[in-house]
């Protein structure tokens, strides 16, 4: 696939994710990155780069994984609603012809909305939990479990484009430069935070 003058293909690498004793969700996600970063480069032509990244919901130190079952996701589902939680996303870089490794963090309060045990039942209904770590979409157009969000957006999805622009800033590769604006215009998302990521002012 291509996005301007870029190229990238995907791959699913295989490492050991389980967390270390004691271990920061922070630390837990970017250690990840990393471990996914360097599987990836025996798969990646030498002239590439690797990009990676790992995301955990996290209330507090507990980390939420992604539902085993239906009984799970409800009770994730009811642990989250009504307060905020944080969502850690780790990006990992790595320049292969260099042997360059670089790595980012982006941190995203996200205020779950007091949802009803009715709309928990229908949405776990709908099976789309079940592959979602914390048993959510916030981009899910029927359950909607965000009404109002100050962070990244494209973090709690995934992968947080202007933390990934600045990291390939700092490898000098140049990425393309309308990145953010597609990135706000695909979810319909006006970004209060993409400049300050931009500036390096701030994780997430």
């Known amino acids: 696939m291509a996005l301007g003058d870029w190229s990238w293909s995907t791959c699913v690498p295989r490492v050991d994710e389980t967390r270390r004793?004691?271990?920061p969700p922070a630390d837990?996600?970017?250690?990840?990155a990393q471990a996914k970063a360097r599987a990836a480069a025996g798969l990646a032509a030498t002239q590439q780069y690797v990009v990676a990244a790992d995301t955990a919901v996290a209330d507090g130190d507990h980390l939420f994984g992604k539902p085993a079952d239906a009984a799970e996701a409800i009770r994730m589902l009811r642990l989250l609603r009504?307060?905020?939680?944080?969502?850690?996303?780790?990006?990992?870089?790595l320049d292969l012809p260099e042997s360059r490794l670089l790595t980012d963090l982006c941190i995203t309060d996200v205020p779950m909305r007091a949802y009803a045990d009715?709309?928990?039942d229908d949405y776990?209904?709908?099976?789309?939990p079940f592959d979602k770590a914390g048993a959510y979409a916030i981009q899910?157009?029927?359950f909607r479990p965000v009404t109002h969000l100050h962070g990244c957006y494209a973090s709690v999805m995934g992968l947080p484009l202007c933390h990934l622009?600045?990291?390939?800033?700092?490898?000098?590769?140049d990425p393309p430069s309308g990145l953010p604006t597609q990135c706000q215009t695909h979810l319909a998302y006006?970004?209060?935070?993409?400049?300050a990521i931009l500036r390096g002012e701030q994780a997430g």
């Open 28 to 32: 837990y996600v970017v250690r990840l």
């Open 165 to 173: 622009m600045r990291l390939l800033d700092r490898m000098h590769a």
């Open 21 to 23: 004793t004691g271990e």
């Open 190 to 195: 006006a970004c209060p935070v993409s400049d």
């Open 118 to 120: 009715l709309e928990i």
């Open 124 to 128: 776990v209904k709908s099976g789309d």
């Open 140 to 142: 899910h157009a029927g």
């Open 82 to 93: 009504g307060h905020s939680h944080q969502v850690y996303t780790g990006i990992a870089v």
